[in-house]
């Protein structure tokens, strides 16, 4: 696809995992991004992987690369309602200045 | 912590006016970028921008679009003659040396052009 995709919600209640899923559109990207957006405020940068990993974590968060797919997941351990969210995926490559993002995962976490 | 900052917040104004968006990136970085984000719709990016020129931009990016970086600290968008369907957040991002990753990004300004 010429996208990068999202599903637009996901809903969990507090405590469980979040499983926020991305797949994007080029197999050079290097660099693939996941950012928060809170109501009203600026994206702010989460974490980022680079396309040599398979995973990287850091604390509640793991994230997950799939080259061949060219699927993206981050996963959230233990939500909290603050990780309401937007969440966004995005890809960048080398020598390319430009980001391009998916369409942003809204995520609901219920009491 | 070190963050971008950017003003006004909101900026309201009347298609046919100019308008100019300020941002001010963390101080130690090189490169500089605008995107844009329609109510509804995905964060598109507009413009990169290093060394004083501009390294990369979009189709989005026509005439009606210029940056500057004025002075060490700010860097602006100036949109010449707004059109309303030029109603959107803007980001401005910044990133390091390396220019391709971490980059981190501003509030925004919401711009509404009526």
């Known amino acids: 696809g010429e996208d990068v995709e999202q599903s637009l919600f996901l809903s969990v209640r507090e405590g469980d995992s979040s499983v926020i899923n991305c797949t994007y559109t080029d197999s050079s990207s290097t660099y693939l991004y996941w950012y928060k957006q809170e109501p009203g405020a600026g994206l702010q940068l989460l974490t980022y992987?680079?396309?040599?990993?398979d995973m990287k974590q850091d604390q509640r968060l793991t994230v997950l690369l799939n080259k061949k797919d060219k699927h993206l997941s981050l996963r959230i351990a233990d939500t909290q309602t603050g990780d309401s969210a937007i969440y966004f995926c995005a890809e960048s490559i080398v020598g390319n200045n430009d980001m391009r993002f998916g369409a942003g995962t809204r995520l609901t976490v219920k009491p | 912590e070190p963050e971008v900052t950017q003003t006004p917040s909101h900026q309201v104004t009347q298609m046919g006016q100019e308008v100019i968006l300020r941002c001010v990136p963390i101080?130690?970085?090189?490169?500089f970028y605008w995107y844009r984000q329609i109510l509804g719709q995905k964060v598109e990016f507009l413009v990169s921008f290093y060394n004083n020129e501009i390294s990369e931009k979009s189709e989005i990016f026509d005439d009606q679009f210029s940056v500057e970086r004025p002075d060490g600290s700010n860097f602006t968008l100036k949109i010449r003659s707004t059109k309303l369907e030029d109603s959107a957040m803007y980001f401005c991002?910044?990133?390091?040396?390396?220019?391709?990753?971490?980059?981190?990004f501003g509030p925004g300004t919401r711009l509404t052009v009526t």
């Open positions: 991002a910044s990133s390091g040396a390396g220019g391709d990753y971490e980059q981190y």
């Open positions: 101080s130690n970085h090189l490169y």
């Open positions: 992987i680079f396309s040599n990993m």
